[in-house]
C-alpha cells in the first residue's frame, strides 16, 4: 500500500496516474468498474422473499396456521383449504404493500446521497460521491463532508474536524508538504479522510482510497447502519396492539368457553364438530379484530407519503418528522433563496462618489452601466469589480445557459464584471491569491490576498458598515484620500437609501500589504481603503406569496430570518404579505440588547429578524419553543448546524446548504423554496389524518366483528358468521378499502383546520365514541337480520355475513364524505376499492364458491333490507360530523368574541 502522505504533491499524482486537472470521464469509468463504488458496505439488504416469509411469522398467523392443521385432522378439508386461500392472499397484499414501503425507503436513502465537487476532463462538475475513484480531484469547502480518503494538492486556511474517526476534538489545521513514513494517522496533516467535515477554508485534493479501501471502511463495523428505530406513532400503536391483542383474545377465549358451556348446558353433550367449529371461528375472530398491521401501515403511509413528498421538492430524512411537520405551527425561514429566487443580479453600483446603473437580468454576463442616462466606461470602476472578481470563491459557467457554481450573491459579481469584460480566470493569471481569511458570519466581511505587480494586496468584500467601520480613506477617480466620517455617514446613507429598495448591498475595499503581514482578521481587516458598494436583488419567489397566505389560514406563523438589513428584509416581507400592520422587525443588535425574558414576551409579534447571526437563531427558537410553539427552522451554513438540530423540524437547504446542515436536518429542500416547506406541512397532515382515518376504521370495524359473534353467543344463538366468513370480511374490509384511504387525495380543508396539539393522542376521546358507535350500530343491525331470517338456516347466516361486510363498506365510505355528498374525482381509489369489494362478494353468493364460503344466494328484497339497515349507519356518522362541525364553529367563534 502507498503512503501518500509521505509523497510530494506531483509524486502523489504521479502514483495515481492523475494531474490537477482530473481525470476524463472515460478513465473514470475504467476506475469505476476496478474499484467498485465509493461506499461503505452494509448489512444485507432484506430480500423479497424474507418480506414474503415475514407475512406468516406472526403469532396471529401462527395460531391460524395451527387452525388450517386442526382442520384437517378433523376432516375439515373443504374449511382448511379456503382457510389456507385466505392465508395466502393476506400474505400476498402484506408482501405487496411491505415490498412497496422498503423500495421507498431506499430510493430515499439514494436521494440522500451526498454530492462531490470533482474536476473531470478538466471542467468542475457535481457527482455522486460514491462514483468517485482514485485520482479523481476534488474540491472542499467550508460545511463539505469529505467523500473519500485524499491526498491534498492546494490549501487556504483549510481545517477539518476529525472527531469521528480520531476523537481529537480541536480540528486539524492542513499543510501539503509530505511527511516522514510510518507516522500514525491523527499525524497525517496532508491527508483528509472519508466522513470528516470541513469546518475553515477550501482545498483540492485528489483522492486515494475509496469506500472500504478508506480508514473508516478499515473500521466498517462502526458506521454499520443501526437498526431503524420506530416512529413515536409506530411505537404507540405498537404498545396500544399488544394491550388490544391481549383484550381479543382473552375474548375470544370467553367466546370459546361460553359458546361450548352453554352447548353442553343446552344438549348435554358438546359434538366433536361443535368444538372443532367454536375454535375456528374463536380463532378467525381473533386474526380478524386484534389490529397487529397497524405499525406495519403507519410505515407504508409514512414510506409512500415520504415518496410523494419528493415530488414536492421536501426529502424528509427521518420518518417521526412526517409526524410533528402535522402539528408545526411557526415555520422560521432564511430570505435568500427561499423566500426569494436566488438569482442575484447587480443593479446599482457607488463608486467614484455616484450611482452607476446596471443593466441586464439573471447571470448572463450581458449588461452596460449607466450614469445620469449616458454609458458609462466600465474602466472607471475596474478596480471594484475586480475586487468583487478575486475575493470570490464561486464559478460562472456556461454550457446550456449561463449559471452559478457556488454562491449565488459573489455569482452576481462575477456577473457585473462579465458586463465589463472582466473574466476571473484571467484575472486570476495576474493578480494570483496567495492567501485568505474565509467569509465569517460573525465578522460578515471575506479577505483574500493577491500579488498585484509584485506586492501583496489584500482585497476585502463584506457588509458595508462593517467594511466603512474600518476605513480611513477611499479611492476616487485613481486616487486615495482620506475618509471623514461625513464621508462615512453619506455612504451609510447612499446604503441605506439602496437597502429600503430590497437591494443587498456589499462594500468593497482594498489594503496594500508591506513586508510580513499577520493573517488574523483584527490585525489585517484594519486602515482599508474604501472602492464602493454593489447593490443586487434577489426577486421574491412567485409561489411564496401563495404560500404564506396559505400559512396564514392553516394557523402557521411565518418568521422571516435574515442576514440581511431590516429595510431590504422589510421590503421583501411587504411584498409578500409576510409582515402586516401590528407585526415587529428587530435587528440582531436589537436582539443582543433584549433580556431572553424580554424576548420572550416580544417573540409572538416578531415576524424578521434581521442582520442575525446564528447565535441568534437558536435564541430565537428556545424563545419560541418556550411559547409552546412547534418549530420549523431552516438553514444552510455550518453554524446553522446546532439550530436545525435543536428545532422541531430541521430543515436543511438542498442547493445552497453544507455537508454539516444536511446531516444536521430532519428535512431536505430540493429546490430551497419556502413553498416547498407548506407542502410538506400539508403532506404530513395528510399522512397524519389518514393514519388516524385507518386506525380508527379498523378498530370500529374489529369491534362490529367482536361484538356481533359475542353478544350471539351470549344470548344463546347458533354463530352467526363461520370461521371462514369471518377472515373473508377482513380481506375484503380491511384490505383494499383500508388502504385506499390512503391512496385518494387528502381533504381540500387540511390547510384551513389549525394545527393538531404536539401531545394529541391518536386514539383520543372523539375517535373512542366513533369506534363505539360504528361497533354498537353494526352488531344491532346485524344480529337483526340475522334474527329476522331465523338464525338456523343458512340464508339468514348469509344475510348476516353480507350485512356485516355493507356495513364496513358504508363505514369507510364516510371518511370521504362531506354532508352525505362523496366527491368523485378525489375518492376515486375508495369506490374503486368499494365497488370490488362488492363483487367479491357476490362472486362468494352466486358462484360455486358458496359452497366452500357456505352460502346461498339472496333476492333482491333481501338485498333491499340490507342495504336499508346498513345504510343507517353512513346517516348516523353523518349527521353526527354536522353537529361536531357546528359546536367547533360555535366554540370559534365565543373564543373569538
Not at 482585497?459 to 477611499?474: F, Q, R
Not at 472602492?531 to 404564506?548: F, S
Not at 419553543?625 to 428545532?647: F, L, Q, R, Y
Amino acid at each position: 500500500m502507498v503512503d501518500y502522505y509521505a509523497l510530494s504533491v506531483p509524486e502523489a499524482l504521479k502514483s495515481l496516474g492523475s494531474s490537477e486537472n482530473g481525470l476524463t470521464d472515460e478513465e473514470a469509468k475504467k476506475r469505476l468498474e476496478q474499484y467498485g463504488i465509493n461506499e461503505i458496505e452494509k448489512r444485507k439488504k432484506t430480500t423479497p422473499f424474507q418480506i414474503f416469509i415475514r407475512q406468516f411469522t406472526s403469532f396471529i398467523v401462527v395460531i391460524l396456521l395451527a387452525a388450517i392443521v386442526i382442520s384437517l385432522v378433523i376432516g375439515e378439508r373443504l374449511d382448511a383449504i379456503v382457510i389456507s386461500i385466505i392465508v395466502v392472499l393476506n400474505g400476498i397484499f402484506g408482501f405487496i404493500q411491505e415490498y412497496k414501503a422498503e423500495q421507498a425507503i431506499e430510493a430515499l436513502r439514494k436521494l440522500t446521497a451526498l454530492k462531490a465537487k470533482v474536476i473531470r476532463d478538466g471542467k468542475e462538475t457535481e457527482i455522486d460521491s460514491k462514483e468517485l475513484v482514485p485520482g479523481d480531484v476534488v474540491l472542499l469547502e467550508t460545511g463539505a463532508k469529505v467523500p473519500a480518503d485524499a491526498r491534498l494538492l492546494t490549501i487556504a486556511a483549510f481545517q477539518v474536524d476529525e472527531a469521528s474517526l480520531t476523537g481529537e476534538s480541536v480540528p486539524s489545521s492542513k499543510v501539503i508538504d509530505p511527511f516522514k513514513p510510518g507516522i500514525p494517522v491523527t499525524d497525517q496533516e496532508n491527508m483528509v479522510f472519508m466522513g470528516t467535515i470541513v469546518t475553515k477554508g477550501h482545498a483540492k485534493a485528489v483522492i486515494t482510497g475509496t469506500g472500504m479501501s478508506t480508514q473508516i471502511g478499515k473500521i466498517a463495523e462502526m458506521v454499520q447502519e443501526v437498526k431503524e428505530k420506530l416512529t413515536p406513532l409506530q411505537e404507540k400503536l405498537k404498545q396500544f396492539g399488544k394491550w388490544l391483542g391481549i383484550v381479543t383474545i382473552g375474548v375470544c377465549a370467553v367466546v370459546f368457553g361460553v359458546g361450548v358451556l352453554r352447548e353442553y348446558l343446552a344438549a348435554g353433550i358438546v359434538e366433536s364438530h361443535f368444538v372443532s367449529e367454536m375454535f375456528l371461528a374463536s380463532v378467525a375472530l381473533a386474526v380478524a379484530a386484534i389490529p397487529e398491521g397497524l405499525p406495519a401501515i403507519v410505515t407504508i403511509s409514512l414510506a409512500l407519503g415520504v415518496r410523494k413528498m419528493v415530488k414536492r421538492n421536501a426529502l424528509i430524512r427521518q420518518l417521526p418528522a412526517v409526524e410533528t411537520l402535522g402539528s408545526t405551527n411557526v415555520i422560521c425561514s432564511d430570505k435568500t433563496g427561499t423566500l426569494t429566487k436566488n438569482e442575484m443580479t447587480v443593479r446599482e453600483i457607488y463608486a467614484n462618489g455616484r450611482i452607476i446603473k446596471v443593466t441586464g437580468e439573471g447571470y448572463a454576463p450581458e449588461g452596460k452601466f449607466m450614469a445620469d442616462d449616458k454609458e458609462l466606461d466600465a474602466k472607471d470602476i475596474g478596480l471594484l469589480l475586480r475586487i468583487g472578481t478575486l475575493c470570490n470563491d464561486s464559478r460562472l459557467s456556461h454550457e446550456e445557459r449561463w449559471d452559478i457554481l457556488g454562491d449565488p450573491t459573489e455569482g452576481a459579481l462575477l456577473v457585473s464584471a462579465g458586463k465589463a469584460g472582466l473574466d476571473r480566470a484571467e484575472l486570476e493569471k495576474h493578480y494570483p491569491r496567495i492567501d485568505e481569511i474565509p467569509f465569517d458570519s460573525e465578522r460578515k466581511c471575506m479577505s483574500t490576498i493577491h500579488k498585484v505587480d509584485g506586492q501583496n494586496v489584500a482585497y476585502i468584500k463584506g457588509a458595508p458598515d462593517t467594511i466603512l467601520k474600518d476605513c480611513n480613506s477611499a479611492f476616487i477617480n485613481g486616487k486615495i484620500r482620506k475618509l471623514t466620517e461625513q464621508d462615512k455617514n453619506d455612504i451609510l446613507k447612499i446604503n441605506q437609501d439602496m437597502a429600503s429598495k430590497a437591494l443587498r448591498v456589499l462594500g468593497f475595499a482594498f489594503r496594500p500589504l508591506t513586508g510580513k503581514y499577520d493573517l488574523t482578521p483584527e490585525k489585517l481587516e484594519k486602515d482599508m481603503v474604501f472602492v464602493g458598494l454593489q447593490a443586487m436583488i434577489d426577486p421574491p419567489r412567485d409561489e411564496v406569496k401563495v404560500a404564506i397566505e396559505k400559512c396564514r389560514t392553516a394557523g402557521i406563523r411565518a418568521v422571516m430570518i435574515t442576514g440581511d438589513y431590516k429595510l431590504t428584509a422589510m421590503a421583501i416581507a411587504k411584498e409578500l404579505g409576510l409582515f402586516k400592520e401590528g407585526d415587529k422587525a428587530v435587528s440582531g443588535d436589537e436582539l443582543d440588547k433584549m433580556s431572553d425574558e424580554e424576548l420572550g414576551e416580544a417573540v409572538e409579534h416578531i415576524v424578521i429578524y434581521a442582520r442575525v447571526s446564528p447565535e441568534h437563531k437558536a435564541r430565537i427558537l428556545s424563545a419560541l419553543k418556550e411559547k409552546g410553539h412547534v418549530v420549523a427552522m431552516t438553514g444552510d451554513g455550518v453554524n446553522d448546524a446546532p439550530a436545525i438540530k435543536k428545532a422541531d423540524i430541521g430543515i436543511a437547504m438542498g442547493i445552497t446548504g453544507t455537508d454539516v446542515a444536511k446531516e444536521a436536518s430532519d428535512m431536505v429542500l430540493t429546490d430551497d423554496n419556502f413553498a416547498s416547506i407548506v407542502n410538506a406541512v400539508e403532506e404530513g397532515r395528510g399522512i397524519y389524518s389518514s393514519i388516524k382515518q385507518f386506525v380508527q376504521y379498523t378498530l370500529s370495524s374489529n369491534l362490529g366483528e367482536i361484538l356481533v359473534i359475542f353478544l350471539a353467543i351470549l344470548i344463546g344463538w347458533p354463530l352467526p358468521l363461520i370461521a371462514i366468513q369471518i377472515l373473508w370480511v377482513n380481506l375484503l374490509t380491511d384490505g383494499l378499502p383500508g388502504i385506499a384511504l390512503g391512496l385518494d387525495p387528502f381533504s381540500k380543508d387540511l390547510m384551513r383546520r389549525q394545527p393538531r396539539k404536539r401531545d394529541e393522542k391518536i386514539i383520543s376521546k372523539d375517535v373512542i365514541q366513533n369506534i363505539l358507535i360504528v361497533g354498537i350500530v353494526m352488531a344491532i343491525g346485524t344480529l337483526f337480520m340475522f334474527y329476522s331470517y331465523g338464525t338456523e338456516t343458512l340464508k339468514a347466516k348469509s344475510i348476516a355475513f353480507t350485512t356485516l361486510i355493507m356495513f364496513q363498506l358504508f363505514n369507510v365510505l364516510t371518511y370521504r364524505a362531506k354532508r352525505f355528498l362523496i366527491d368523485v374525482k378525489t375518492s376515486r381509489f375508495l369506490l374503486g376499492s368499494v365497488i370490488i369489494s362488492v363483487l367479491m362478494q357476490l362472486a362468494v353468493l352466486y358462484t360455486p364458491l358458496n359452497v366452500a364460503f357456505k352460502t346461498v344466494p339472496i333476492g333482491l328484497y333481501d338485498w333491499i333490507k340490507i342495504l336499508l339497515v346498513t345504510c343507517t349507519l353512513y346517516i348516523i356518522l353523518e349527521v353526527r360530523k354536522i353537529v361536531l362541525e357546528r359546536k367547533e364553529a360555535k366554540y370559534a367563534s365565543g373564543s373569538q368574541a
